[in-house]
């Protein structure tokens, strides 16, 4: 690899945490699992070991955390807070103790103790006490100086804010991090991903009143500046704080010896799901004060020091039983009813098994002891099983050859362009012969990308099957509301709005009509296409009279896999018959020519917060028929940010950061000379 090639992946990569820092530290929104995170951090390590000549100022070697936020107050650190090196594995624990025996020039005997602390994952803070009283406090920032956050820890309960003990040092910055533990967060999931990202979110609210409603709460396990701390290691530290009045970890241990340590990870670990708060690792302290002295740091981490990670968001369960899912495309997915556990601060009682292939592969049976691994936002699935504490008496789960909704033969399709058998086993059952299939394609019919209609969701669409209120789309549209308002839960406003909502949703334009019959592999980009190529909703349906499926090869995107696709969604009776009955009960509005030349041409548009009168994927629409395009996420590659009422606040800053014009449904409409 040459110098500019090297230069350029580099600077790939350190602009990559660059953004990820930010997320994580000043927007409290991480974009990436922790794994992701400091994979990055050695790349970049390993990059700049390898190429001297490589450089920057946001190197991880030279910067902790991120620069402090605009809404509060700069303070620079008395005494820096610094970042820790990790460690993933007994080998990387090897090499930290070697390289501080060598450090130290110790013989191979000499033994270290290690203050061993469970890293919780939360907001790092340092307070600070003059003669007892607390004056002042900071977040890390980016680790020279942080945030002048003060008022709002002052809310925080469990922060003495006067202590009288006569052996507390006449200057000292007590550091810790601010938590939310699992059970308070229950009531505050509507609003937050998860416990750290409300504590963040809490904890850097300009009004401290606001801060005050969230139960947050302070653990110590460090300090920085020091006057008159008459203590010669961490351990007793530790207890000092408890007796000072901090909460510390109930799981911190002095331990000897890497093996020791590795002894303490695992059980730990074990305990990690029953915990009320999370944690990301372990960290090792050097014991002695006069130790660590003389050790020091090395970059912006100290050489006394290392966090040892855990390699994702594990727990073990039982499997209580294993249930077979029925999508809309017939797909049949194992899940596995476990003994609920709490991983990362989420309650899991499902895991995926994904297919009848890993079952097999990882022989996982109903009553099994099992790892069941929660990485970021990953669906739940297991990860391995422990045999050694396998029943006798268990056996080996078999998968269906039958559908377990309608007794349809199951089948692996082949994969015409791999020329394998699909892992996936599905129903071989077409159109709405099977229940199961059914429900699915019904709720895909009402759903937000299809029909949209509101107040019509997945519950409901359950309900009246169970109810025999429908059982095919066009049975939506001749509801008896009569009935429907004598049911619990209903009253007569609930059913006018319902009817209204459906009543408003029978003009639709043809591509998400398509979209909406929930035809295999055509998603809404195909649907899109297809309505294009064909124009109108009497050419798409007479698709199945003239026969001409080949000619969609025409369409640029359209392959074999869809056109297979849609032959046998006309080759079935049912789907003709729920064609012909749509097409008297609704509007489809043909497809509307493609203007290159709209009024929002080469703009993009994201919206956030609810708009009035009109639903997100009208505005999309409209943006898309005057040659506009929308964007999921706000970047700098995003022209307009349109808010609505109750916007997510994330993005509105994010978009306020790079300078994105942020306007309202008004100023939008008044772009299309629309008036509002």
């Known amino acids: 690899m040459n110098k500019k090639k090297v230069e350029k992946e580099y600077l790939k990569k350190i602009n990559l945490l660059d953004q990820y820092n930010k997320n994580y530290y000043d927007l409290s929104s991480p974009l990436v699992s922790d794994s992701i995170y400091d994979k990055l951090k050695i790349e970049i390590f390993n990059l700049e070991k390898n190429y001297i000549f490589l450089k920057s100022d946001k190197s991880p070697s030279k910067i902790i955390g991120f620069k402090p936020s605009k809404n509060f107050k700069k303070i620079k650190h008395r005494i820096p807070m610094l970042s820790l090196s990790n460690a993933f594995t007994e080998d990387d624990l090897i090499n930290f103790e070697k390289k501080i025996i060598n450090f130290l020039s110790k013989d191979q005997n000499f033994k270290i103790s290690y203050s061993a602390e469970p890293k919780i994952d939360g907001i790092s803070a340092s307070l600070s006490y003059k003669n007892g009283k607390f004056e002042k406090g900071l977040s890390r920032g980016d680790g020279s100086e942080g945030e002048d956050i003060t008022k709002n820890l002052e809310t925080i309960e469990n922060i003495p804010k006067k202590i009288i003990s006569k052996d507390f040092p006449e200057e000292i910055d007590i550091r810790g991090e601010v938590f939310i533990q699992n059970s308070d967060f229950k009531d505050l999931k509507i609003k937050f991903a998860n416990p750290r990202n409300a504590a963040s979110g809490s904890l850097r609210q300009k009004n401290p009143e606001d801060t005050k409603k969230i139960p947050l709460k302070f653990i110590a396990y460090t300090f920085g500046f020091e006057k008159g701390l008459k203590i010669e290691n961490q351990f007793e530290y530790l207890n000092k704080l408890s007796e000072w ?158 559908c377990p909704s309608c007794g349809s033969k199951t089948i692996k399709e082949l994969n015409l362009i791999t020329k394998k058998k699909d892992a996936v086993r599905r129903c071989s059952s077409e159109g709405y012969n099977c229940e199961k ?144 009955k749509l097409e008297k009960k609704l509007s489809i509005t043909d497809a509307s020519k493609e203007i290159k030349n709209g009024l929002l041409k080469n703009k993009t548009f994201l919206v956030t917060g609810k708009l009035k009168g009109v639903s997100r994927a009208e505005i999309k629409s409209l943006i898309e028929k005057n040659s506009g395009t929308t964007v999921s996420t706000v970047s700098k590659k995003l022209n307009y940010l349109i808010v609505g009422e109750k916007p997510t606040k994330r993005k509105v800053d994010n978009a306020r950061e790079f300078k994105i014009k942020i306007i309202n449904q008004s100023q939008f409409l008044n772009m299309l000379n629309i008036t509002s």
């Not at 003389?294 to 100290?302: E, K, Q, W």
Request: positive net charge; proline residues 2%; aromatic residues 10%.
């Open 245 to 402: 009045g901090f909460k510390t970890n109930p799981l911190n241990k002095l331990i000897t010896g890497v093996k020791n340590l590795i002894t303490n990870y695992n059980e730990v670990e074990k305990k990690r799901s029953i915990l009320d708060f999370d944690i990301d690792g372990i960290v090792y302290k050097v014991n002695e004060f006069a130790l660590q002295k003389r050790l020091g740091s090395v970059a912006n981490a100290p050489r006394w020091a290392i966090a040892h990670k855990f390699s994702s968001n594990k727990a073990i369960s039982k499997i209580l039983d294993i249930e077979i899912q029925i999508g809309r495309t017939g797909a049949l997915t194992p899940v596995a009813k476990i003994k609920p556990i709490n991983i990362g601060g989420v309650l899991v009682s499902n895991a995926t098994l994904h297919n009848e292939d890993e079952i097999n592969r990882k022989d996982i049976r109903v009553g099994d002891t099992v790892t069941v691994e929660r990485a970021g936002d990953v669906i739940p699935h297991i990860l391995s099983v422990d045999l050694k504490k396998r029943s006798i008496e268990s056996s080996k789960f078999i998968f269906p050859i039958k």
């Open 437 to 580: 299939i059914s429900i699915e394609k019904l709720k895909h019919f009402v759903s937000k990308e299809a029909f949209n209609i509101d107040g019509f969701g997945k519950k409901i669409v359950e309900s009246f099957w169970n109810l025999k209120f429908i059982k095919y789309p066009q049975d939506i549209f001749d509801l008896d509301y009569n009935k429907i308002e004598k049911l619990d839960g209903w009253g007569k406003l609930s059913v006018e709005n319902l009817k209204y909502s459906v009543n408003e949703k029978k003009k639709i334009s043809l591509h998400r009509f398509i979209y909406s019959l929930g035809i295999r592999h055509i998603g809404l980009e195909n649907a899109k296409l297809i309505s294009k190529y064909f124009k109108s909703f009497i050419n798409f349906k007479n698709l199945s009279i003239d026969n001409k499926y080949k000619d969609l090869l025409n369409i640029d995107g359209i392959g074999e896999t869809q056109i297979n696709s849609i032959k046998n969604f006309f080759n079935d009776k049912t789907n003709l018959e729920i064609l012909n």
